[in-house]
């Protein structure tokens, strides 16, 4: 199972980016993904999530209303477009996938997804 994440890169503040991660491996569509962030000296946090099917979604209350995610289990392919982008928002974002389908309050959990793509940088300036 490998998992890649591309499309980071620099933005100004207010501007707008997508970040896309491939998946090979794997049947995509039995597991659930999420979004993860890490910001430079701190902890990985939850960013957003997506069921098996696309048909249910969370996010974390940092990006709500600017981030979406989305998938194309056809092409083994996930999402991120992020809008109205921040200083803040500034990190390396990783694409994780949980191994399951299961849609449970662990979403927005980084301990119960069992595949990991290397982080793509996304840096916005002020």
């Known amino acids: 199972v490998q998992l890649q994440a591309f499309g980071g890169g620099l933005v100004p503040a207010g501007g707008y980016l997508r970040v896309s991660c491939a998946g090979s491996?794997?049947?995509?569509?039995?597991?659930?993904m999420g979004w993860f962030r890490q910001a430079p000296g701190k902890e990985r946090e939850f960013v957003a999530g997506?069921?098996?099917?696309?048909?249910?979604?969370l996010y974390a209350d940092s990006v709500k209303g600017r981030f979406t995610i989305s998938r194309n289990n056809a092409e083994n392919t996930l999402y991120l477009q992020m809008n109205s982008l921040r200083p803040k928002d500034t990190a390396d974002y990783y694409c994780?996938?949980?191994?399951?389908?299961?849609?449970?309050?662990?979403?927005?959990?980084?301990?119960?997804?069992?595949?990991w793509g290397q982080g793509t940088l996304v840096t916005v300036s002020s």
């Open positions: 491996g794997l049947t995509f569509s039995n597991y659930v």
């Open positions: 997506i069921s098996w099917d696309g048909s249910s979604t």
């Open positions: 994780a996938g949980r191994g399951s389908t299961a849609w449970d309050v662990y979403v927005r959990s980084s301990a119960v997804y069992a595949y």
